[in-house]
């Protein structure tokens, strides 16, 4: 195979697409690299760990040859460090891969391409949409804060996407907090949940542009395929019941009070300095008009802040772990923020004003 006056970026750009997926340490040597392949005159690159698999295509013309793996890390490094402008000649011959840029000559081990491990796509397509880029990565900016992670309940170490008539939903929650958010799209489609892999939506959220282009997604029966620009995402899907969340949020709270969301924002920032640093617990006293957020730890230490909000209802005293909140204020893009609340042993409702397709409950804690 060989490559002739390359531009440093029609390689580089395809080969940090998929190289994110692969591990630093792995069982199989040959996932440490990156499958290159002439394919129909251009070159197609892969990388997998064996759950997901990235494909993506570089805009350059390769003279037909056998196709081979190198070390994705090194090349990758090696591109980057070459000079923006740098242009290469890329010829494998043997074992080896020889990288020539101007007066610099890099030689890097290969391995038998034939060895390469590859998700084989299935043949039963369930269901298939497609969307502008930008709405599923807005969608999963609002959900995907909080997945588990390392949960001994796998189905939580990931997210739930639900194709239901014109409508995209995505759920996650770590069993303290839960997430969902939903979107529509073009087309009535039967009801389907898939649960992606934690890795794969943040995966997916790296490679997904806030354009306008489309991406499309084919469910299959144990996968799903994310089709985007030049680059193709194979994921198996996690296997088990994702818990039903509809029963989780709350209805016919009581205590509304509205905020700023930046304000608020950046009011917790403060206060939670002076946070327990194991408990994380925050304080948030509602009374007539005001709204008071306390936090305070181990060494005496305290922080009180206080808001003023419109709120005329019965006092409340309620504790939350700061970080389920500042995680929630940070991923929504809102002006201001709804929060509704039972009791002091209920669950939080957050939501924004307005707008129907936002939901974030989150558990009380004893502080």
């Known amino acids: ?11 580089l750009k395809p080969l940090q697409a998929v190289s994110g997926i692969v591990e630093r340490r792995h069982t199989l040597p040959i996932l440490a690299n990156v499958l290159i392949e002439p394919k129909d005159g251009a070159l197609e690159l892969t990388a997998t760990d064996l759950e997901m698999q990235i494909t993506a295509l570089a805009e350059c013309t390769a003279r037909a040859g056998a196709a081979t793996t190198v070390s994705a890390r090194k090349l990758h490094d090696l591109l980057r460090a070459l000079p923006d402008d740098a242009s290469l000649n890329v010829d494998v011959s043997g074992s080896r891969m020889t990288v020539r840029a101007g007066r ?8 038998a391409a034939g060895d390469y491990p590859r998700i084989s796509l299935g043949q039963d397509k369930l269901q298939s949409l497609s969307l502008p880029q930008k709405d599923l990565r807005a969608l999963f900016r609002l959900v995907e804060f909080a997945m588990a992670q390392q949960d001994i309940r796998y189905y939580l170490n990931g997210m ?4 239901d008539r014109g409508s995209l939903q995505a759920v996650a929650t770590d069993g303290h907090r839960l997430s969902w958010a939903s979107l529509a799209v073009d087309g009535e489609f039967t009801r389907q ?3 992606l892999p934690r890795k794969t939506v943040l995966e997916l959220g790296k490679l997904l542009t806030d354009g306008d282009d489309p991406v499309s997604i084919d469910i299959l029966a144990n996968q799903v395929r994310f089709r985007f620009a030049n680059v193709e995402l194979v994921s198996k899907v996690v296997d088990g019941k994702f818990p039903d969340y509809n029963r989780v949020i709350p209805v016919g709270h009581t205590k509304s009070i509205t905020l700023d969301r930046s304000v608020l924002l950046a009011t917790l920032q403060r206060a939670a300095i002076l946070a327990n640093e194991k408990f994380r617990g ?5 009374g007539p008009d005001h709204l008071k957020i306390i936090c305070s730890n181990a060494e005496q230490e305290e922080a009180e802040e206080e ?8 006092a409340l005293d309620i504790g939350f772990n700061i970080t389920y909140l500042l995680g929630v204020l940070q991923n929504i893009e809102s002006t201001e923020v709804a929060f509704a609340f039972g009791d002091a042993n209920s669950s939080a409702l957050i939501t924004i004003p307005g707008r129907d397709d936002f939901k974030y409950v ?5 502080i």
């Open 282 to 286: 925050v304080r948030l006293v509602l």
């Open 160 to 163: 739930l996407l639900v194709i």
């Open 307 to 314: 808001l003023e909000v419109a709120y005329k209802g019965e």
């Open 193 to 195: 949940e898939v649960i």
């Open 104 to 111: 610099s000559r890099f030689n890097l081990q290969t391995l």
């Open 1 to 11: 195979m060989q490559l002739k006056q390359i531009a440093r970026d029609a390689l």
């Open 362 to 366: 989150v558990m009380p804690m004893r």
